[in-house]
């Protein structure tokens, strides 16, 4: 009963801390991962968490400028840990996908 309980407060916790963590990233990507950055990049509700992983890694370590906007993601990224990023990632690849009126 005891490992059960410890799962569920672990989940909890992830789960409130990857919110935390989007919220930073709510600014240009929307509340809901609804929004094109900046007018400019693709909307990531939903993105497979590979690949969130893959491009956030790239764009922290300054390998990554797609759309003219590695500048900005790495000043965002700098104090995210890899625990953190792949927290995002999972956060990002579960929001529910929903039709989005501009």
Do not use: R, W
């Not at 799962?7 to 409130?16: F, N, P, R, S, Y």
């Amino acid at each position: 009963m005891k490992k059960i309980l410890l799962i569920i407060l672990t989940t909890i916790v992830v789960l409130a801390n990857s919110e935390e963590l989007y919220k930073n990233c709510a600014g240009c990507h929307g509340e809901n991962g609804e929004l094109s950055a900046l007018g400019q990049s693709k909307i990531i509700v939903g993105q497979d968490k590979n690949l969130s992983i893959k491009q956030l890694t790239a764009y922290k370590n300054g390998e990554l400028n797609k759309y003219g906007l590695g500048n900005i993601m790495q000043l965002q990224l700098m104090a995210l840990s890899k625990n953190n990023i792949q927290e995002l990632a999972e956060y990002i690849s579960k929001m529910p996908v929903k039709s989005f009126s501009n």
